[in-house]
């Protein structure tokens, strides 16, 4: 079971509209139920079809390359000291990389693999990962 927290809203809206039309339908004569259903289906088909920032993640042989939306973050892998994944209890994993410099770059959560196969390609590559 997942919480509800970890559910984007844009997830969620459809069935609430669903349930809005259900109470709308008992609530309304037959003539307003049918419009109020309408109008709040094509409200949750708006949210659905919304556009969502595109995410992705590459490590090739010489860089890792976070894309979310228009932000493009390129990070030389012989320049990264170490990779922190943090698990907080409700929410979702964060990722920061701590680079030679004292840099440190907070990556997008959206952006990134699960933490077992971003581990895996890091350690792969010979950085460090620590995880909490």
Not at 2 to 7: D, E, G, K, P
Request: hydrophobic fraction near 45%.
């Amino acid at each position: 079971m997942v919480a509800l927290t970890h559910i984007p809203l844009t997830r969620l809206a459809p069935g609430l509209c669903a349930g809005l039309a259900v109470v709308g339908v008992m609530l309304l004569p037959h003539s307003l139920a049918i419009g109020f259903c309408v109008v709040l289906m094509a409200a949750s088909f708006a949210i659905l079809r919304a556009p969502r920032p595109e995410a992705s993640s590459r490590i090739g042989g010489s860089t890792w390359t976070v894309r979310y939306g228009a932000e493009v973050t390129a990070l030389p892998l012989d320049r990264i000291t170490e990779v922190r994944i943090d698990h907080p209890h409700n929410g979702p994993d964060r990722v920061q990389v701590l680079m030679t410099n004292g840099l440190c770059v907070p990556l997008p959560d959206a952006a990134l693999p699960d933490p077992r196969t971003l581990t895996d390609a890091l350690r792969a590559r010979n950085v460090t990962v620590y995880q909490s």
